[in-house]
């Protein structure tokens, strides 16, 4: 485009001065009296134009007024190809300015440049130097212009105070601290000098307190490495000025910032919030300082903060606060409200993540808030929820919130971090709420999206399991008899002396799988006591941490070298000897059996167990029930084999061809509930039968382990496990209970009698 200038004879064309900006770039200045009509006009966009064409971007344009009145006017603009051409500088198509070619580059003058400039001028010409470089690759790299940037600096400060180095961070970052002058203002830009480039500093800079107590302005600022280097100068940007700091050589001992912060309890939580946000704005990029999150968080958190004053009307806590590895966010905590003052709960995640939420859906009585705030009758301040989101760079341990309310005013809110290990952060989320709140809605949307990812990456950490072996191993015994082992190990001495007396036994195949490995060595000792004592061969599987009843099983099949398999709990002891070829037997009775269970009895010797079958609550929820459970022992009905629609865990014997093509024990579920039921549907998806063996009858101590997991017993595990079992298998379960199973074996009780007699829910 062509412009064409309208030039009225009563407007002058100033003379432009062409300083000396690298090889690509000019910077012209020029000054106008500020009474001019023609400067007047000016005010507004100014367009550089070579031979009637607007030059091309990058160029921007600054004016600013000077000490006696007039204006000045600096552009940077790319050098034409053409030297020789002049440069027209058009504002509101006239002609304001004219750099004419004999003009050529005079050397910058800093005194010519900024004389006659107030302070907050001359900071808005080094601002207009530093942006622009900041934001062209060509000119920030140019060593020509980054020395003129240092003569403008070092006029106004020739002799730059000296940054300390204060701590290592990750993502080969250097902590340094600085200080300035009360008078100084807010910093608003930091830029980075070195003798042949420009650049922006990496991050703001932390403002606190002079611990001097000078009433200075203290700044921490996190830099790489490679920037902070002798003979490079950090340039701060104020409201009232301009600072210069020389960079100092690396200290030869420097503590990591997680010790720093370590030795200095007192450290501002602004700070720690600071130096945690730009490791992990750098974590995006960086994997070194990514993983500094993760440390930072774990050693040195920020403090907890909530706000939990009686004399308040308003009251708020997050007590737990678990992100989860595909991008979700678990909190609970509580929300006193009674007069609706807040808004909306604002969370914010290390890397940048923000979730908001406008309310709480599932909301539960809180007696330790109710009796802090005297609240009269139900007070359901407690709450749960589930954000979904994008997965991070890497682990998050610790997320900051606000409660904002609707006047404006926000209550700043700092969970614990949470639980480092996956295992203690989903047994976290399992106890944030009593079981009797946990509605299938609940499980459905709040409490499985928050424990399946946490549970499966708690299995992902296993590593091969260490196996002791006792005696010599059968090269092909005719039974595997698997035993997991979680805390209780009373009952072995009863359980292996029954084996050791049982000639029936010698062609079996004992492994034990150890699921609490800090008992490895007492129980090493024990088993090799048992062995010198009877000389029954055996294995043991020491898992590397308690990853559940299925997994156990799972371990100890992958090692079993039988093709028969045998799972049997801890706590089950025979009755009498001869008892496993007969359970064999049944086993192999007709083709097509999948499974077959036994008779299990009370130490008082009623009924534990007569076979498995699936019934709804008053809910409508699917649970496990065991025929005539606490009925006598020689009860009439559960003295007769039949098939069942399942067996429990507890005494479970199987083939390996069927084991394997159900896939094992999933190991979906938690700790150790409702994994049986489901091995057993997945053996009746293959078509096979499920027996039940009332001839072998064994005792059981039930549910003796699983009763010292803290885990399980004080949160939702039995109702998550309970709720993933009904989800997965409702329609089959609804499609075995319609069959009329005392038509099939002549030994049902009515449905009617055996919701009655068998009320209790077992695993």
């Given at each position: 485009m062509t412009v064409i200038a309208v030039l009225p004879n009563s407007v002058s064309i100033a003379p432009a001065q062409c300083l000396a900006l690298g090889p690509r770039f000019l910077l012209v200045s020029w000054t106008m009296d500020g009474k001019a009509d023609g400067a007047a006009n000016a005010v507004g966009p100014i367009t550089p134009s070579v031979d009637g064409e607007p030059v091309r971007p990058p160029f921007t344009t600054l004016t600013i007024d000077t000490g006696w009145g007039g204006r000045r006017v600096l552009s940077i603009l790319p050098a034409p190809r053409d030297p020789r051409m002049p440069i027209h500088f058009i504002a509101r198509n006239r002609v304001i300015a004219e750099l004419r070619a004999e003009s050529g580059a005079a050397d910058l003058d800093p005194a010519g440049l900024l004389g006659s400039l107030d302070g907050a001028a001359r900071l808005r010409v080094l601002r207009f130097l530093f942006d622009f470089a900041c934001s062209t690759p060509a000119l920030r790299r140019d060593a020509a212009f980054a020395g003129l940037c240092r003569r403008l600096v070092l006029d106004r400060a020739a002799e730059p105070a000296m940054l300390a180095v204060r701590a290592t961070a990750g993502g080969d970052l250097l902590l340094c601290a600085g200080a300035l002058s009360g008078r100084f203002g807010a910093i608003s830009g930091l830029v980075v000098l070195s003798p042949s480039a420009v650049a922006r500093a990496p991050f703001d800079a932390c403002i606190g307190p002079d611990p001097a107590g000078k009433g200075r302005i203290a700044f921490d600022l996190l830099i790489d490495r490679g920037l902070c280097v002798p003979g490079n100068l950090l340039v701060v940007l104020g409201a009232n000025g301009v600072a210069c700091r020389r960079f100092p050589a690396e200290p030869a001992s420097l503590p990591t910032l997680t010790d720093r912060l370590n030795a200095r309890p007192d450290t501002p939580a602004a700070l720690r919030h600071y130096l945690l946000s730009c490791l992990a704005q750098r974590g995006r990029s960086d994997a070194s300082a990514a993983s500094a999150v993760?440390?930072?968080?774990?050693?040195a958190p920020l403090p907890r903060r909530q706000a939990a004053d009686a004399k308040r009307p308003i009251g708020a806590s997050l007590d737990l606060a678990v992100p989860t590895a595909d991008g979700g966010l678990f909190l609970a905590g509580w929300l006193h409200d009674p007069h609706g003052l807040a808004a909306e709960l604002v969370v914010r995640t290390p890397f940048g993540g923000e979730r908001r939420v406008e309310s709480l859906a599932h909301r539960f009585p809180r007696e330790d808030v109710a009796k802090l705030y005297g609240a009269s009758g139900i007070d359901r301040s407690g709450f749960v929820l589930h954000l979904p989101g994008n997965p991070g760079p890497a682990e998050a341990l610790q997320v900051t919130a606000e409660l904002r309310l609707a006047s404006g005013g926000a209550l700043r809110l700092v969970?614990?971090?949470?639980?480092?290990?996956?295992?203690?952060?989903?047994a976290a989320v399992l106890g944030s709420l009593p079981p009797r709140f946990a509605t299938p809605e609940l499980l459905e949307t709040v409490i499985g999206p928050a424990v399946a990812p946490l549970h499966a990456a708690h299995l992902a950490t296993r590593g091969e399991p260490e196996l002791v072996v006792y005696g010599e191993r059968k090269a092909k015994p005719a039974v595997s008899v698997i035993i997991p082992l979680y805390r209780t190990l009373e009952f072995l001495r009863f359980q292996i002396a029954c084996f050791a007396t049982?000639?029936?036994?010698?062609?079996?195949?004992?492994?034990?799988?150890?699921?609490?490995?800090?008992?490895?060595?007492?129980?090493?000792h024990l088993l090799r006591g048992f062995h010198g004592l009877y000389g029954l061969p055996m294995l043991l599987l020491v898992q590397s941490a308690n990853y559940g009843y299925s997994a156990a099983n799972n371990a100890g099949v992958a090692v079993a070298r039988a093709n028969r398999l045998l799972l049997l709990n801890s706590d089950v002891v025979p009755d009498r000897a001869g008892w496993l070829p007969q359970l064999v037997a049944a086993l192999e009775e007709r083709p097509g059996i999948g499974a077959v269970g036994p008779k299990l009895l009370f130490d008082d010797d009623s009924l534990q167990h007569a076979g498995l079958y699936f019934d709804r609550d008053l809910q409508g929820a699917w649970y496990n029930h065991h025929y005539f459970k606490g009925l006598p022992r020689d009860f009439a009905a559960a003295c007769r084999p039949r098939s069942v629609p399942g067996v429990t865990g507890a005494c479970l014997l199987t083939t390996r061809a069927a084991y394997s093509a159900a896939g094992g024990f999933c190991e979906d579920y938690i700790i150790g509930d409702f994994e049986d039921s489901d091995l057993c549907l997945r053996i009746r998806d293959q078509g096979l039968d499920i027996r039940y063996a009332p001839?072998?009858?064994?005792?059981?101590?039930?549910?003796?382990s699983i009763g010292r997991h803290q885990g399980y017993t004080r949160g939702v595990a039995s109702e998550y496990n309970r709720w993933l079992h009904g989800r997965r298998w409702a329609d089959r379960m609804a499609g075995l209970m319609a069959r009329d199973w005392c038509a099939d074996d002549e030994a049902q009780p009515s449905r009617s009698s055996r919701t009655r007699k068998t009320a209790q829910v077992t695993r």
């Open positions: 993760s440390e930072l968080q774990a050693l969970p614990p971090p949470r639980p480092r290990a996956h295992a203690d952060a989903r049982d000639p029936t036994m010698a062609d079996a195949e004992l492994v034990f799988v150890l699921d609490s490995p800090e008992q490895r060595d007492e129980l090493v001839s072998v009858e064994l005792y059981h101590l039930e549910r003796r």
